[in-house]
C-alpha cells in the first residue's frame, strides 16, 4: 500500500519487520517507539482520574523527549547525510513539532492535571506527536529506507538507541534542536535531569536533603552518559566496518 502523501513510497507502518531490516534497525525501532507512544496516548484517553493522568503524561512526556532527542541528534543528521541533493524543509518542519512538544510539556509539568486548560494542553500535544510520526513513517523514513543499506540502517539504529538511553528526560525547549548545540547541551543536561530525576522519586519535596543528593547522583549520571556516548560510537564505528 501506498502512503497517503502521495510521494510513490510504502509506509513503514505497512512493511513487515524484515522489510524494515529487523528489530534493530532504525526504522524498526522508530515504529515500535511511535507505538509505544501511541499505547500511553490511549491509556490517557481511558483513564478518568485526574492524578493518574498526569502520572500518564509524565511519562508519555518523558518518552516522547527521549525519542525526540535519538532523532534530532542521530536519525535527523543521518538523513541530510544520506540525502544531500534534499532541502531540509522535512527535518526543519519535524523539529518545530518538537519545539511545540518540549514546550507543551513544559507547560503541563507545572500545571496541575485537574486544573482548567490542562486536558486541552495535553490533546494538542498529542496531536502534533500523532502528525509528527506520520510524516517520519510516511514520509522521512521510507525516503531514507531508499538510499540505506540494511548494515547503514542497523548502525543508524544503535546509535539511535544509545541517544535515546543518554537523553535528557525533561522538557528544554530552549535547547537548540540541530547538533552540535543540542548534543553539547544534551550531555550536560541529560546529567542534571537524572539527579533531579532519582533524588525527586528518593526524597519528599522540600526536604534539605535533596540538594545534597543532587550533588552525589551527579557522578554516577555523568558516568552513565559518557558510557553510552562511548557504546553509541563504537556502534557507529562497527556499523561503517560492516
Ligand atoms: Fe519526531
Ligand atoms: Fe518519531
Do not use: C
Not at 490517557?44 to 541528534?73: C, K, M, Q
Not at 507543551?104 to 486536558?119: C, T
Amino acid at each position: 500500500m501506498t502512503n497517503p502523501r502521495r510521494n510513490g513510497l510504502t509506509s513503514v507502518a505497512d512493511q513487515s519487520e524484515d522489510e524494515l531490516g529487523g528489530a534493530g534497525s532504525v526504522l524498526w525501532r522508530q515504529r515500535a517507539d511511535h507505538a509505544d507512544l501511541d499505547a500511553l496516548m490511549h491509556a490517557y484517553d481511558a483513564e478518568p482520574d485526574a492524578d493518574a493522568r498526569g502520572r500518564i503524561v509524565a511519562e508519555f512526556g518523558e518518552r516522547a523527549l527521549r525519542h525526540a532527542f535519538a532523532e534530532e541528534t542521530v536519525l535527523f543528521p543521518a538523513y541530510r547525510r544520506h540525502l544531500p541533493g534534499d532541502d531540509d524543509e522535512l527535518t526543519a518542519h519535524i523539529e518545530g513539532d518538537h519545539q511545540q512538544v518540549n514546550e507543551l510539556l513544559q507547560d503541563l509539568q507545572r500545571a496541575d492535571p485537574a486544573s482548567p486548560g490542562y486536558d486541552a494542553r495535553v490533546r494538542r500535544a498529542f496531536e502534533v506527536v500523532r502528525h509528527d510520526a506520520h510524516d517520519e513513517e510516511d514520509d522521512l523514513l521510507p525516503r531514507l529506507q531508499q538510499v540505506a543499506d540494511v548494515g547503514e540502517l542497523r548502525a543508524i539504529g544503535a546509535a539511535w538507541e544509545a541517544a535515546r538511553r543518554a537523553s535528557p528526560t525533561r522538557p528544554h525547549p530552549k535547547v537548540p534542536r540541530r547538533p552540535p548545540g543540542n548534543v553539547v547541551a544534551g550531555a550536560g543536561l541529560a546529567v542534571s535531569d537524572r539527579v533531579k530525576d532519582a533524588v525527586d522519586a528518593a526524597l519528599p519535596v522540600g526536604s534539605a536533603r535533596r540538594a545534597v543528593g543532587r550533588g552525589a547522583l551527579a557522578v554516577t549520571a555523568a558516568a552513565v552518559v559518557v558510557a553510552a556516548v562511548r557504546r553509541s560510537l563504537r556502534g557507529g564505528r562497527a556499523g561503517r566496518r560492516r
